[in-house]
């Protein structure tokens, strides 16, 4: 073996696994016991993914997933069983994982000299594998090319397995492990190479199975270059990780990417491809950092697109411990390990037996031990684990990610700011967001993100999902925070965090003070002009005085989805005047509660309003502190004991305790400083940490810079226009280049004519696909009309952006125009359409003639089900067409003048 061990490291883990870890081999012999007995069942279709597959029709409950039951998909929470070929091939996506899985486990328990009878079954699932593989279309995907499944990365993880498997058989069977070679790895690999996504988590999963391909055909080059590629291992090291050891995408992509890693670093070690030490050591702290941000009830916080409340009792999350272990010494964790394996835990159904590779579906905890983890394990982990010894809950700054956290209690009070990094794609509008949890009473959190393919995620991404800041009504602009100042003293710590730009010419500033028994908050804000400001807090509160009764009111808010506002319902205002204080109490299904005292500088208006609580669980009221003014301040006090009697603002806060002492909390030059009195007894707290230097630089998402394009039409008087021919150097493609595609163009005519434009589109060839009036999008969020032929029209105009969707009318020469969210400028459009040759010609008026524009086609031949590729007129040579929707930046716009101007 070459790829993962040394002939003499495998010969040494044959002891291990008839020793120490006798147990795990034999557990994982005893899950695939069933597949010895039966016939292996290889789907004939590629998976699929769609807004109703896999998913509970109810609540949208992932479905479980039985690896031999292909055609019955039950639900875990409501026990209705779902049938249909939606389902079906959605159940195919992790079917398909789950048979290269097997193959692996097959072939190390082979290689350990468990049971022979597995080598066979390894044999049997490559064999099958290089007969069918390319007999799954490359088409009709989500996010990449690939045959099997709908993204590349995923693809990349099937592949990633069958390469170690295959390499585990090579010394027993040369034949096979050719074959697999030629008719799986070295065409997986190519249509994996083609897509490239940069510093994505997925790309580390492309990476790991570019090294794994190179490394079992002997490429040495190719491995060299998904270690030290622009985007290959080595990049992400930097990068991706942060120096914190945190991948910047949040605990819950920090698992995935860091588990990809785990292939590469070893991968690479293993072939002499030397990685910087530092870079190394940075690595080796991500085993360790999704712990320094567990909520108290040992769940992860559902920061940004994670899911909600993963549980980190699993045994993957073990496993992954034990690998970092293997690696080197951490006490923490060993103070984990400790955790994930301590006893009085309910013993529950792991999953392990159903585990779809590396693509991780979350269980809920269980007890574990050391016979619970996987292959990995068997090859890696220590033959004897050190002495676990517990590690108590700390409080934690995690500086390059940009979220504290706040431990209180032996860490069962739980208080965060989140205000960072922004997390790319992946990331929420969600800068200077509050956390806080008393035990496993959350009473404010983030609740993650629900399917992708569900409408309710423009909710979960909207700023009023969370418990952040937001202006005039919109979602957050993304924008990294900067710390300012904190300082911890076990007691008492704080928090000040910044952000700019989180609307135009805004700054925002949050504070935070922790104690035992309660929590300050003090939100400021400065701007250029007056703005509405709004402050959500994801508790219902119910207000006792300081306000006037509930009335109900419309809370409006900005009419984009990813605002949130549409998602709301059943609103009541209730009024607070400047400088009068608010109190009110929430209570917790457990019969906790929160005591809220609150004071601002403004007017307010506390608005309580029902939306989508977690995902899955139903609705929920929450409240938001609504406010006008260039300026301002709001004070809120949140004590989750009864210890707190009242609370007075002003120049000073005084916090009155019900055991007669005085807490008198004010901001001095230094910091804050908290005086306590109790009796004749006196003393305080100093609380500094200024940072002078933010700390470290925070990622940035690369940012397109279009071409400079200027189209100079014609006058009247002059009577002729510009013309633009599209062909490859605009086409943007998914799984076929320009030239497979059967290289499509067409022909843009732009002319004045009076006080309007004239656009012109001729379309080369087409089959006309197009989507009609009543269509509807079965696979995803987007509008129907873009998976079919028509074209996407942006410009910007006197009152600002304006764009459509427009698709004509096959039984006419009409075209239907529908107006694309956040272009919503009114402007005047016109258009018909009629058939040419083997394509069709689109003549579109706009009155007036904007100042800029931009036209993309949409192709979409007979026999698909998503569109194939676009015609951009800015450009878009190497980009391809997934996940963009009917969106687009309008920095690429094409400006247009007369030709006498």
Known sequence: MSLLLSDGALSVRREVAGGALRSLAASLAADLEPLLTREIYFPTQKALLSREGGRCARDGTLLDFDPFNPHEHRCPKCGTVYRGELHDRFWIYWYQL?????????????????????????????????????????????????????????ESIWLL???????????????????????????????????????????????????????????????????????????????GLLP???????????????RGLWYGVTMAER??????????????????????????????????????????????????????????????????????YEEGVPRRDTGRRNSSADVERNAAPSALSRADLSWRALLYARPV????????????????QGIAVFRRDGGQRYVALDYGHSGGGHGHPDRLNLLAMDGATRWLEDFGTGSYTDPSLHWYRSTLAHNAPLFSGKSQQRVNGSLEAYDERGAAGWIIASADGLAPDVRAERTIVV????????????????VQVDLPFHADVA??????????????????????????????????????????????????????????????????????????????AFRVIRARGAAGRHQTLMAWSDHVAAVKFGEHIRVEMRDGSVHTHKRTESGWQIELVAGSARSSIELGGYISDHLGEMHQASVYEPPVLEAIVGTPAVGHGVAIELGERHYRRSEQTWIDAGRPSARIVLERKASSLAVGIEVAASEMTFAPASATNRYDNEQADINGDGVQLYLRGERGLSAWVLVPDAGSTAVRARQIEGWDAPHAVEATWGAVGRGYRMDVTLAPAPDAI????????????????????????????????????????????????
């Open 543 to 620: 207000l006792e005085s300081g306000v006037n009764a509930l009335e109900p009111a419309q809370l409006l808010g900005g009419t984009a989805l990813d605002d949130g506002f549409q998602f709301i319902r059943d609103t009541l205002r209730q009024r607070a005047l400047a400088d009068v204080p608010v109190h009110g109490r929430a209570k917790g299904s457990d019969g906790r509660q929160l005591e809220l005292w609150s004071c601002s500088d403004r007017d307010t208006e506390w608005w309580r309003a029902v939306a989508p609580g977690p995902p899955g669980r139903g609705e929920h």
């Open 161 to 239: 397995q069958l390469c170690v498997a295959a390499d585990l058989v090579t010394s027993t069977d040369p034949v096979l492990a050719d074959r697999v070679r030629d008719r799986i790895i070295v065409p997986s690999r190519a249509i994996i190479a083609e897509y490239d996504e940069g510093g994505s988590n997925r790309q580390v999963w492309n990476n790991a199975a570019l090294l794994a391909a190179a490394r079992v055909l002997g490429d040495e080059r190719a491995a060299e270059d998904a270690v030290y590629g622009t985007s290959g291992i080595a990049t992400h090291l930097g990068e």
């Open 385 to 400: 684990l050190p002495p676990l010894e517990p590690v108590a809950p700390r409080s934690a700054l995690l500086e390059a």
């Open 854 to 901: 931009d036209v993309i086609i949409n192709e979409m031949p007979r026999g698909r089900e998503r569109r194939r590729g676009q015609l951009v007129m800015s450009g878009a040579a190497g980009e391809f067409v997934y996940l963009r929707g009917d969106r687009h930046d309008a920095g690429r716009l094409t400006s247009i003048r007369s030709a006498d101007e």
């Open 98 to 154: 789950w048979l290269a899985e097997r193959a692996v486990h097959a072939a190390v328990l082979s290689a350990l000299d468990v049971d022979p009878r597995f080598g066979a079954l390894a044999s049997t699932i490559l064999h099958g594998y290089a007969d069918r593989y390319d007999s799954y279309p490359n088409a009709d995907n989500v996010l990449g090319p690939t045959r099997l499944f709908f993204s590349t990365y995923l």
């Open 244 to 258: 914190d050891g945190t991948w910047y995408e949040g605990e819950n992509y920090h698992l995935f990417a860091h």
């Open 515 to 530: 104690l035992t028994e309660y929590l300050i908050d003090e939100l400021e804000w400065r701007a250029d002009n007056e």
């Open 271 to 340: 072939a002499g491809l030397e990685l910087p030490p530092p870079l190394v050591d940075r690595f080796q702290r991500g085993f360790a950092t999704p712990f320094a941000t567990a909520l108290p009830d040992f769940t992860l916080p559902s920061r940004r697109d994670s899911q909600y409340a993963i549980s980190l009792r699993q045994w993957r999350i073990a496993e992954h411990c034990e690998l970092g272990l293997a690696r080197a010494d951490d006490s923490a964790l060993i103070g984990a390990l400790q955790r994930l």
